[in-house]
């Protein structure tokens, strides 16, 4: 059993639709009140058609798991350090070098290394070039896989499209 994205009600029977163009998961009651005809909308006929031609085919028997048997998911099990800015910012003042520098020794804009050092996720790429040019290391082991994060009170459900259309409307008032 689901959640049904548009009213947020748990633990019902939900159908892929299509809402502007947007896929959703929604409740009968939803379905009903929204119009949902699963004959005559094509976008949920040719996304039934792909979950039947997907289910069919396999990974090579692993089951969603890499050809090694490890999760391919935690294929790469390294995070990004939260703290990259500072270690960035560090590592080039301990160079002696200002930010137009460090940019033109990585072949970069000055405006790449204004907003990293600004607290903004560059590329991979340009992490990877962070790393090589000032010779420090800015990913690490990931700390504990199994925690969910979650912002706000850890009995509060989560908020779904129903909520959002609720704030949109009270914003209209």
């Known amino acids: 059993m689901a959640s049904c994205e548009l009213c947020g009600v748990d633990n019902v029977s939900t159908k892929r639709m299509t809402v502007h163009g947007a896929f959703v998961d929604g409740c009968k009651q939803c379905q009903e009140k929204m119009g949902f005809n699963p004959e005559t909308d094509k976008a949920a006929q040719n996304v039934a058609r792909v979950n039947r ?13 890499g050809t090694s048997g490890k999760d391919i998911m935690m294929r790469d099990s390294k995070e990004l350090s939260t703290d990259f800015p500072t270690l960035i910012r560090e590592a080039r003042e ?9 940019a033109l020794k990585m072949k970069e804009k000055i405006n790449v290394i204004q907003r ?4 903004q996720r560059p590329s991979d790429s340009v992490l990877k070039k962070f790393e090589r040019i000032l010779n420090i290391s800015l990913f690490g082991e990931i700390q504990d896989i199994n925690v969910e994060r979650q912002v706000g009170n850890h009995d509060s459900r989560s908020l779904n499209l ?9 914003e209209g008032e």
Do not use: F
């Open 53 to 65: 031609q997907s289910s069919t085919k396999t990974s090579g028997g692993y089951g969603g798991l």
């Open 94 to 102: 301990k160079k002696g070098w200002n930010q137009r520098t460090l």
């Open 116 to 119: 990293t050092e600004g607290g």
């Open 162 to 170: 129903g909520d959002l259309i609720k704030m949109a409307r009270k």
